[in-house]
């Protein structure tokens, strides 16, 4: 007879379970940030108030004033799985708050010291409750305004494999804001506020409509640059702000999507708004845009991702034909009612190319003449193929071998071979790039004092980059010093 043998396998205690459920929910601060703003927006908060330490490394603390929690539902908030937002598998194909996994408090509460003090809007007494490592130590009443506050301290100092590997604290505030200023666009009636180090890096009020958030965040000017769209197609709705093409800039446009309010990320639907600018900005810029997807419930999945930054369209054809068709038509409009006048303040002229001043020639050509871009790679090879003597024996007329410029922004130079195109803005780029590698080489940064300062305003997350890189934009020669408000001169 056989003896059976010990199970070998065990279910893990809650606490365990927890913390490696963590792993996934709780990448880092601002993904704890995310969640806890998103539950505040889920409980119809208004104004949302957000404090970090350290990065969010020391403190994170994220206070709204929505609906809060009753005694008993607070202590339930931290069980896994625990959620007031769906009942069924069903729910899933309709939800439309941020939550519904009932995952991210205890898997925020199994890996710091977690505080939850929260009232709910009856008027009835409120409810403290503390945590450490997903352990209840204590729970009490407490007195507070109806909302929730939820303090999140030392994170990961359960899991030091994962503590190590957290960045500096100005990229985690980085990351913080973002997460924030991408939940602002998508709630627009709710007030927003960041504190770093006891520094304001967010103030947002509530805004009226998408341009007025957008002017607040990134000023006034940058939503001048926005064209409204607004298309429906195949039963999907296609809305937002995109870039004129007149303002796109090489330096790469902000691009946020949305689906029925909800953030995502979805390159294959960034490609359709570039396809759709094609012909009208070279093909390597891209611009700016935000663009609010409505499709029909049922038809987009969104827990196919584990802190939900993708999802799943049921027909994604059908999503890119829409998108493209909206940016298009929006685009083709502008284009039929412009002219190129205006293209013709894009470039200011620059000192590093020759051409000859021929800007009468260069003003109002209908834009659909625009139409022909050469890639910088195709120039490039033809530069490369070319051989350098047969361009300086060329026909030695100037007037009929060129250079020419158009549109005060390309250079055309016939040579044997053809026609070589040249983007006057990019090589200009080129120039100064090699330029810069070279100081950086030789390391002696160079600069001259502006007579008078350039002032920029940056968004949150933005200002915290150039805050990280000062050390290196004085290397190659630009002081920068900080101004309060977002303000860098
Ligand atoms: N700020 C808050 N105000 C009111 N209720 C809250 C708040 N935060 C959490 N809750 C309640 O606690 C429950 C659990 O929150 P938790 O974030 O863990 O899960 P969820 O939001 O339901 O789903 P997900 O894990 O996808 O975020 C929520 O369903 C909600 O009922
Ligand atoms: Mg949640």
Redesign the pocket.
């Known amino acids: 007879m056989t003896v059976p043998a010990l199970p070998r396998i065990r279910i893990l205690p809650d606490h365990v379970a927890n913390q490696i459920a963590a792993g996934e929910?709780v990448e880092r601060p601002a993904s704890v940030v995310k969640?806890?703003v998103?539950?505040?927006l889920?409980?119809g908060?208004s104004r949302v108030e957000i404090e970090l330490r350290n990065g969010g490394k020391t403190l994170i603390r994220?206070s709204?004033n929505?609906?809060?929690?009753h005694r008993t539902?607070a202590l339930?908030?931290l069980d896994r799985h625990?959620?007031?937002?769906i009942r069924s598998v069903e729910d899933l194909a309709t939800v439309a708050?941020?939550?519904?996994?009932?995952?991210?408090?205890?898997?925020i509460a199994a890996v710091s010291r977690f505080e939850l003090i929260?009232a709910p809007a009856s008027g009835d007494p409120g409810t403290e409750i503390q945590v450490q490592s997903g352990r209840i130590v204590s729970s009490g009443e407490a007195a507070r305004q109806p909302?929730?506050t939820?303090t999140v301290r030392s994170l990961f100092q359960s899991l030091p494999v994962r503590a190590k590997f957290l960045r500096q604290s100005a990229a985690e505030t980085r990351a913080a804001s973002e997460s924030i200023v991408l939940l602002a666009l998508v709630n627009l009636r709710v007030g927003f506020r960041l504190e770093s180090n006891g520094r304001e890096l967010i103030d947002l009020a509530p805004a009226a409509s998408l341009g007025d958030r957008v002017a607040e965040l990134w000023g006034p000017a940058e939503a001048q640059n926005l064209l409204s769209i607004d298309q429906e197609e195949g039963g999907i709705r296609v809305a937002g702000l995109i870039q004129r093409p007149d303002a796109v800039r090489p330096a790469g446009g902000r691009r946020y999507l949305f689906v029925n309010g909800r953030p995502f990320r979805d390159p294959s639907v960034l490609k359709q708004v570039d396809e759709a600018y094609r012909t009208t900005v070279a093909p390597d810029l891209r611009p700016t845009v935000f663009l609010y997807l409505g499709v029909p419930a049922g038809q987009v999945d969104v827990n196919v991702h584990p802190s939900?930054a993708e999802v799943r369209f049921q027909d994604s054809a059908a999503v890119h034909a829409a998108v493209h068709a909206a940016v298009r038509t929006r685009l083709a409009d502008l284009i039929s009612t412009t002219e190129i006048r205006e293209r013709s303040v894009v470039h200011e002229p620059s000192s590093a190319t020759p051409p000859t001043d021929n800007s009468e020639r260069s003003t109002a050509v209908p834009l659909p003449q625009l139409t022909l871009f050469v890639s910088r790679a195709e120039v490039d090879s033809a530069l490369l193929e070319e051989n350098p003597r047969e361009v300086e024996t060329a026909d030695a007329d100037p007037a009929r071998s060129g250079p020419w410029q158009i549109q005060n922004s390309y250079i055309l130079m016939p040579t044997r071979g053809g026609l070589l195109v040249i983007d006057q803005h990019s090589a200009h780029e080129r120039v100064l790039f090699e330029q810069t590698m070279d100081r950086f080489a030789g390391a002696t940064g160079e600069s001259q004092r502006l007579l008078f300062p350039i002032t920029l305003r940056l968004s949150p997350p933005e200002h915290s980059a150039a805050e990280e890189l000062s050390g290196l934009l004085e290397a190659i020669g630009f002081e920068m010093e900080s101004f309060g408000d977002r303000t860098v001169i």
């Open positions: 929910v969640e806890l998103e539950n505040a889920d409980a908060a994220v709204d929505g609906e809060g929690m539902d339930l908030a625990a959620t007031s937002k708050s941020f939550g519904f996994r009932g995952e991210a408090l205890p898997s929260t909302g929730t939820v939900k």
